[in-house]
């Protein structure tokens, strides 16, 4: 059973789910329409029903709180809401919050500048290289000539790991030894793309929990050597987060963008269960924009990241 | 690790200090900053709700008896409810089998292979037992790669056959080579999977048929979110797995998973992942955690690292050095490695109580004592062994080859000669005198 056999299965039982899914998604509406219906003001039942609803995706308190506030103060000004208005102004509410893009860059287009460099952070696990395999052959489809740089040079196998989504992209790997500098490696690969001509170049860093000082400096190491060839890199700091990671994700985005500059957001493993709530904390408190989501292991499942599908699938729980 | 929780639980019983006695109404504001600092700490939301009200249930009915501090009691009553939520003590690895069998199971970058590595490792070394490692996750490119390269490293027979997709054939082949060279254990790495993904969770319930483990361990990572309630029981519906290893505990999440999971699924956390090198995995104890969330600290662990790595032939003789108070930088230099054995020094800070708030900004890492290692090792031999040979002019030398400055190495100096005077008081009992001496110190340098 290969990567295909995989991602066809797959698909047939996101359609299970989804049909499983409407049956509690249509409870949760009807109970808030009905609570609300005729009134104006949101009554602390509904208010309890919907906090569960958002921390239950990983929203987070604070973040639920701003919510409901937001909503308590649409309701007690416009007074009656229906469950068409309710429904609306929640999922506005929700979208208000995450950032849009903010170099307005639609799909997999990229500025005039060649080489456009991407450094691609996180800590030990999220899929990092998985995301970037998947970017690549993105970039690839696009037309676009792709060089991935091989800096996480700690973990065992992960140059390995990158050699056979380079493999399977068809695009050139520049690699060291395990164990090399990973700045010398990103160096490398941004020198490589200059000479190739290339487009765009991909720089994988080994996964760092984001209270390791030294490991953080890394990156910031890294970022400068980069800089002596090409003086604005990286173009673009991608963070990616695991779906399922709960609140500690607001502080891995905020150590990181104090390292690097996050530029963006890629939030993985949404073919899960895990509603990847946090993401809005992140993208209200720090400024960033979610940019793709990750669906599953196979070579296309990388997906450009649609604020209104994303506050949809919150509420299908 | 929870001294997020940690600050606010303090936060919420300051509240209550003021107060004489538990009341519906004094306790309500309590118990929702309590819930709200459990949900911020990932644990999910009905757990956190249920938890609450049980702790309202109990520190209600306690009123009467100890009315006078209120905090105390509602401290004692969070921490025992917390303690019965983790499970009661320490459950050890069945390893009864023959070989026995560990199968690891979990989510896509939960570091089942990472932790196949430190189990194994910790079988062959604290447990002088012959492992073998089985690679099936035939999915993930160069998973097959990875474990071999860990197996390398800890010297553990990694067996794999990259040819065959079939997991179930893999690990069956892996037991019969097992049993035909001697292994006691074999631990099989899969690969990651959603629980919704039905194919690769009836794939994972064939492997278990097949091998039938003694022990099925569901590996996590300490990060999940509220997720982790349908993971953790997604899973032990398939496989009815014995245990839990917790990962990533090296980070700064707060934790609530450990709570959620052994909740929902009633499962002890058999071990704990502190770090990517293949010697952290601690045990994990439920009591001490327990302790920890509330600011008790975590002193048995400390106790227990320092004894494993205590080299009592070494103590002795420094301990007479002392004695004739003939304690140079050599034995100093010794001590630093001795410390740096016990790991991470942040970790270890953390664990004594009241420090892991203190510490919480501090950027302490494994290379605290650099400085100070490079200062000594730029001394010679002779200056090493009697410091007062160090001059003005050496302490130049010392400075420009140990790349620091002399205020540096004059700092050190200080620092030893302060050191060595408290030694030797404490080898005359001198507590009250050393106390003295601590408090003029005042937490300069790294120790």
Redesign the interface.
Known sequence: MGIFGKLFSKEEKKEQLDQGLEKTKASVFSKLSKAIAGKSKVDDEVLDELEEVLISSDVGVNTTVKIIEAIEERVSRDKYLGTAELNQILREEIANLLQDALDGSQGFELPAHRPHVIMVVGVNGVGKTTTIGKLAYQYKQAGLEVVLGAADTFRAAAVDQLGIWSERVGVPIVKQAMGSDPASVAFDAVQSAISRKADVVIIDTAGRLHNKVNLMNELSKIKRVMQKLVPEAPHEVLLVLDASTGQNALEQAKQFSKATEVSALALTKLDGTAKGGVAIGISDQLQIPVKYIGVGEGIEDLQLFDKDAFVNSLFEH | MFDNLQDKLDKAFHVLKGHGQITEVNVADTLKEIR?AL????V??KIAKEFTNTVKEKALGEKVLTSLKPGQVLTKVVHDEMARLMGGDAVDLNLEGKPSVILMAG?????K?THSGKLANHLKRKRTKKVLLVACDV?????I??????GE?IGVEVFSDKEN?NPVDIAEKAIAHAKQNGHNVVIVDTAGR??????MMTEIRNIHEAVKPQETLFVV?S??????V??AKAFNDVLDYEGVILT?L?????G??ALTIRTVVNKPIKFIGTG?KMDALDVFHPSRMADRILGMGDVVSLVERAQEQFDEDEARRVQKKIAKNQFDFDDFLGQISQIKKMGNVKDLMGMIPGMGKMMKNV?I???AFKGVEAIIQSMTKEERANPKLINGSRRQRIASGSGTSIQEVNQLMKQFSEMSKMMKMMQGGGAKKMANMMKGMGGRGPF
């Not at chain 2, 989510?107 to 570091?111: D, I």
């Not at chain 2, 090296?250 to 707060?254: E, I, L, S, V």
């Open positions: 709200r949900v911020d700490a990932d999910s939301f989510l896509q970058g939960s570091g292979t999915y993930r490119p160069a998973a790669d990875q474990l071999h390269v860990v490293q997709k959603l629980a919704i993904d039905q194919e990572d990060m999940t979110g509220q997720d982790a349908n993971t990533k090296d980070g700064d999440t707060r609530g998973a990517e950027d890492d494994d290379d």
